[in-house]
């Protein structure tokens, strides 16, 4: 191979992801689909991602739902508070008009994605929230 084939390394760095499931191999799934695009943490609990924020700071962060030991809902709300800019995406299987209004409203969410989500729809939207994220604090 010659070196004009060899394309050029880049340096630009990855925009940081944080995906808490409960599920391990949703939990897999999610973080190699979008491993290729982000820097991606995983978390399996709300806990273990509550001291992973305190650690690093991430432009989106996706939780499930309903876990056992805390659920996304609440924990997006916190991180709404902590890490304003931080755009949030809840991933759910229940489709409760009332609640889906709820969440996105208490916990500011940039979208949520209904179970079994589809992967280019959640890398898209990953890609998507993070625009969102460097346009907020670009404006202030």
């Known amino acids: 191979m010659s070196r004009a084939e060899v394309p050029p390394a880049s340096n630009t760095p990855k925009d940081s992801v944080l995906v808490i499931d409960d ?3 949703l939990l897999d ?3 190699m689909a979008l491993a290729e695009h982000f820097d991606v943490v995983t978390a399996s609990s709300t806990r273990e991602a509550e001291f992973i924020l305190h650690k690093r700071s991430f432009k989106v962060v996706i939780a499930d739902h309903l ?3 805390g659920n996304g809902m609440g924990f997006l709300v916190r991180a709404r508070e902590e890490y304003p800019h931080m755009q949030r995406v809840l991933v759910t299987g229940y ?3 009332e609640m889906l209004m709820r969440s996105v409203n208490e916990a500011a969410l ?3 994605l209904l179970k079994p989500v589809k992967l280019p729809e959640l890398i898209q939207v990953v890609q998507d929230a ?3 994220h460097d346009s907020s604090l670009a404006t202030g």
Request: aromatic content about 16%.
């Open 29 to 31: 799934i999610y973080g």
């Open 95 to 97: 489709m409760k008009p």
């Open 110 to 112: 940039f979208r949520y």
């Open 67 to 69: 876990m056992p030991g």
């Open 23 to 25: 599920e391990k191999t």
């Open 130 to 132: 993070a625009k969102v």
